[in-house]
């Protein structure tokens, strides 16, 4: 076998690539060998997505682990996390195979060490990279004496038990609920975890179909929910949710068929938890909104900024014993989930919310939409260091700016805040700003762009 070139697909936090361009069953076959060498680990439990080269890799993958004694759990079709469940629910590392919202032709591994712990460059992908390009070179690992057992299991009802279990929904009353799988994980989920829910279910495009037909499975993208929206008007729905393609990231629209902001969100559901676990800790990034920490010390709780990236979210949950963790991107990470991000106890936790008290959900989150933002918008560059660099300069001496470089660069003032982040995979830099005002965010976001893009 030829060398591959695994700088290409391992990224910080996973594999990802075109298959079988970057990577085929071959390869996955040796990921799960060096994926049960460096956990050293006597069983694992491993699933996959809707993707149509993702039975083939996963089965190779477990061929690979098992040629090692290492016995196999496979848990077939399942959303993201419903594998960092397995992996907590069993105690045994886990590795998912999706390539979330990516095109239809890549595909990916997630993996996560018993407990759902994360793995990434520096716990251990490093090693596991390593072991894959030296086998790749001199020839597969010597098999064990005995091969381990792969076994069929399915813990999806399971999952669904665990999540339920977390959020009582019985008492809500009846709501009408729109939900976009985008032919995703979320059409194999949300009908069991929604079973026997005072929830009148409006499934769109629930088909599981990795050729993603409709639309991208990336709701972060606007464009992609505009199904959604428009299907929560034309129904007078009560609320919109929509999932990606492994379904471990949920989206929210209203009854208007306005997004939520992901922001919004996390301040609703700390509220949550806080009122379950009183004084605790709740993790943000450094680009969620003012909103959110202030939402935390209203109620009792210590926020804690971290940076963009679920592996530094995970650790600072463990650091911190937190209750809870909130991104920009829709990913919410729950202590009563082994610290793992999960979209559809997010949604449970909403729709309980929303199912508790009489008015729309639009009247619900305005509390916690405090302030005007920008969004995400990115600038392609030649030099992502040059002009980070410049706009420091711009703003160093700025009167009443406090300047820190947690992740990129966050300049604060009393009125307005943005973060400027380069981007680990492209020549991208990522502005977001938020103001007290419209008109404030504009000219902000307009002045750093101005420097940017010069």
């Known amino acids: 076998m030829a060398v591959p070139d695994l700088s290409q697909i391992v990224k910080a936090y996973d594999v990802r690539g075109v298959v079988p361009d970057q990577w085929d069953e071959s390869l996955a076959e040796l990921f799960g060998a060096a994926f049960a060498r460096v956990t050293d680990a006597d069983a694992i439990v491993v ?13 190779a993958f477990a061929r690979g682990a098992a040629s090692l004694g290492v016995d196999v759990t496979e848990i077939g079709l399942c959303s993201t996390d419903q594998l960092y469940f397995a992996s907590g629910y ?45 086998w790749a070179d001199s020839g597969a690992p010597e ?43 979320g059409g194999h989920t949300v009908p069991t975890v929604f079973e026997g829910l005072p929830l009148e279910l409006d499934a769109l495009y629930f088909e599981l179909d990795g050729t993603f037909p409709h639309h991208e499975a990336n709701p972060l993208d606007p464009k992609n929910i505009v199904d959604l929206q428009a299907r929560v008007r ?8 929509a999932f990606d393609g492994d379904a471990d990231r949920c989206f929210v629209v209203d009854g208007r068929g306005e997004p939520v902001s992901p ?41 804690v900024r971290t940076r963009v990236g679920h592996s530094f979210i995970k650790a600072e949950m463990a650091r911190t ?82 300047l820190d470089e947690l992740d990129g660069l966050t300049v604060t003032t009393a009125n307005w805040w943005f973060n400027l982040r380069p981007s680990n995979t ?3 830099l990522r502005l977001n700003v938020e103001a007290r005002d419209q008109e404030t965010a504009a000219e902000v976001r307009d002045e750093v762009l101005s420097i940017v893009r010069a």
């Open 47 to 59: 699933g996959h997505d809707m993707r149509p080269s993702s039975p083939g890799l996963a089965r």
């Open 90 to 134: 069993l105690n045994l590392p886990g590795a998912m195979f999706t390539a979330s919202h990516n095109p239809a032709r890549y595909n990916g591994i997630k993996m996560c060490r018993a407990g759902a712990a994360p793995i990434g460059q520096d716990s251990g992908l490093a090693e596991i990279r390593a072991l894959v390009e030296g």
């Open 143 to 185: 098999p064990a004496a005995q091969a381990g057992t792969l076994t069929q299991r399915d813990v999806l009802a399971d999952y669904a038990a665990h999540l339920r279990s977390l959020v009582d929904l019985t008492a809500i009353r009846p709501l009408k609920v729109v939900v976009d799988a985008g032919n995703g994980m």
């Open 234 to 241: 034309e129904t007078g729905a009560d609320i919109g949710l």
């Open 263 to 303: 922001s919004a969100i996390t301040a609703l559901v700390a509220s949550r938890e806080l009122a379950k676990h009183p004084g605790g800790t709740v993790i943000h990034n450094c680009i969620t909104s003012w909103s959110v920490p202030e939402v935390v010390k209203e109620n009792g709780g210590t926020p």
């Open 321 to 402: 014993g937190a209750i809870f963790g909130g991104e920009h991107s829709a990913h919410y990470y729950f202590r009563d989930f082994w610290n793992a991000d999960t979209g559809m106890l997010a949604a449970l936790h909403v729709l309980a919310a929303l199912g508790g008290q009489k008015g729309p959900l639009s009247d619900l989150v305005a509390q916690y939409d405090r302030y005007a933002a920008s969004g995400e918008i990115n600038s392609t560059v030649d030099d992502q260091a040059g002009r980070m660099e410049a706009v420091k300069a711009a703003y160093e001496r700025r009167e009443g700016a406090e």
């Open 426 to 428: 492209e020549p991208l």
